[in-house]
C-alpha cells in the first residue's frame, strides 16, 4: 500500500501487456472505483473479497472490460476515514481517469466540488437529488449520474415495522447510526423515530465512528435496549462482521438493510440487494466508455427489495419466526 497524498492507493496495472494493446491501437480505458471504509486489501484481485467491488468488476468483464488487455482499474479506498476523500478524488482526476465510481453521497459531494467534467457514477446514493448531486432522476443533467439504494426514507419505517413483526413484544430499539453521516438527524432517522412513535417503540440512539463501537454498544446496554435497528450507512455495510459478532454477543434480535450482514449472522435485512446494484454500476461505466453523457443518462432507482432471514440466528435468540414473515422472505438461511 502506497499513500499518496490522502489517499489510500490500491492499484493493479499490468503495464506491459497495456502498452501491447496501446501500440495495436486499442482504447485502454481508466476507471476508477473507491470504497469508503472497506480495507483496501478487500478491493484486490479478480475476484474482490469486498461483495460490492466484486460484483462490480464481475460486471465489467462480462461487458468485455478485463484488466490488462482493455482495461486499467484504479481501485481506492478512504478506509473510514472521511477527509481523504478529496485526495483520492484529486488523485483519480490526475490521472486522467475515464469513469470514476462513487458509494454513498457523501463521496459523490466531495467528487462533484473537485470536478465538472469527469464523469462520476454513483454505485449507491441515498439521496441524489435531496444532496443535490443531479437536477432530477431523469436529467441528472451535469457529470454525474448511477443508481440509488433507496426510494425514500420510508424503507426505514419498513425495517422497523419487521423488525417488530419478527420480535412483537419489543418496546426498546437501539437506533445503531453513522455519527459522520448524522443519520439521527437526518430523513432516514427522523423516518424510523416516527415509525417508533406509531408503533409505541422507544428508540435509543447509539452513534458510532468508524470502526469504533464501544461507546455504541455501551448506550445500547445502559439503555436497555431489546433490539438493534443498524442504519444503511456504507460504514455499517463496511464493518458488518464487527457488528453482527458484537449484537450476537449481546444476544439482542437485529434488523440490518443489506443481506451480507444476514449471511454472517445477523438476524433479518430488509433492503435492496447491493451486489446487484453494483453489478448494474458496470453498465452505466460501459455505456460511458462508449460515448454517452452522464447528463443524458437517467438515475436508476431500486424496484426490489429483499426480506432475507437467518434461521439459525432466530433459533439461537430462541425466537420463533411467525409464518406471516416467513411467507415474505425473499431468502431464508438456515
Known amino acids: 500500500m502506497q499513500r499518496i497524498g490522502l489517499a489510500v492507493v490500491f492499484t493493479v496495472s499490468l503495464f506491459a501487456p497495456l502498452a501491447a494493446e496501446g501500440q495495436q491501437g486499442g482504447k485502454v480505458h481508466r476507471v476508477g472505483v473507491i470504497a469508503t471504509t472497506s480495507p483496501v486489501a478487500e478491493l484486490a484481485g479478480?475476484?474482490?473479497v469486498n461483495p460490492a467491488v466484486r460484483a462490480f468488476v464481475q460486471g465489467l468483464r462480462a461487458l468485455g472490460y478485463v484488466e490488462g488487455r482493455n482495461l486499467i482499474l484504479e481501485r481506492r479506498s478512504a478506509e473510514g476515514r472521511f477527509e481523504r476523500f478529496g485526495g483520492i478524488i484529486t488523485e483519480l482526476v490526475r490521472l486522467k481517469a475515464d469513469v470514476i465510481v462513487t458509494p454513498g453521497d457523501p463521496l459523490s459531494k466531495v467528487a462533484k466540488g473537485i470536478t465538472t467534467t469527469v464523469p462520476i457514477v454513483m454505485a449507491s446514493s441515498a439521496n441524489p437529488v435531496g444532496e443535490g448531486l443531479v437536477q432530477s432522476l431523469a436529467r441528472p443533467g451535469g457529470n454525474i449520474t448511477g443508481l440509488t439504494t433507496s426510494v425514500g426514507p420510508e424503507i426505514e419505517a419498513k425495517r422497523l415495522e419487521f423488525l417488530k413483526a419478527m420480535v412483537p413484544?419489543?418496546?426498546?430499539?437501539?437506533?445503531?447510526?453513522?455519527?459522520e453521516d448524522k443519520e439521527w438527524e437526518g430523513p432516514r432517522g427522523q423516518s424510523v423515530r416516527a415509525a417508533a412513535q406509531a408503533m409505541g417503540v422507544t428508540l435509543v440512539p447509539a452513534e458510532f465512528m468508524p470502526h469504533q463501537y464501544t461507546e455504541a454498544f455501551a448506550l445500547i446496554s445502559r439503555g436497555r435496549a431489546e433490539?438493534?435497528?443498524?442504519?444503511?450507512?456504507a460504514t455499517a455495510y463496511a464493518d458488518r462482521a464487527v457488528i453482527v459478532d458484537l449484537v450476537s454477543r449481546a444476544r439482542l434480535p437485529s434488523v440490518f438493510y443489506y443481506q451480507e450482514s444476514v449471511e454472517l449472522g445477523g438476524l433479518m435485512s430488509y433492503g435492496v440487494n447491493l451486489a446487484d446494484v453494483w453489478r448494474r454500476a458496470a453498465s452505466y461505466v460501459d455505456k460511458i466508455l462508449k460515448g454517452a453523457k452522464p447528463a443524458d443518462l437517467p438515475v436508476e432507482q431500486p424496484t426490489k427489495f429483499e426480506l432475507v432471514i437467518n434461521l439459525k440466528a432466530a433459533k439461537a435468540l430462541g425466537l420463533t419466526i411467525p409464518q406471516s414473515i416467513l411467507v415474505r422472505a425473499d431468502e431464508v438461511i438456515q
Not at 413484544?169 to 455519527?179: E, F, Q
Open 227 to 233: 433490539a438493534v435497528f443498524v442504519s444503511g450507512s
Open 46 to 48: 479478480p475476484e474482490p
Open 169 to 179: 413484544g419489543v418496546s426498546r430499539v437501539a437506533y445503531l447510526g453513522s455519527r
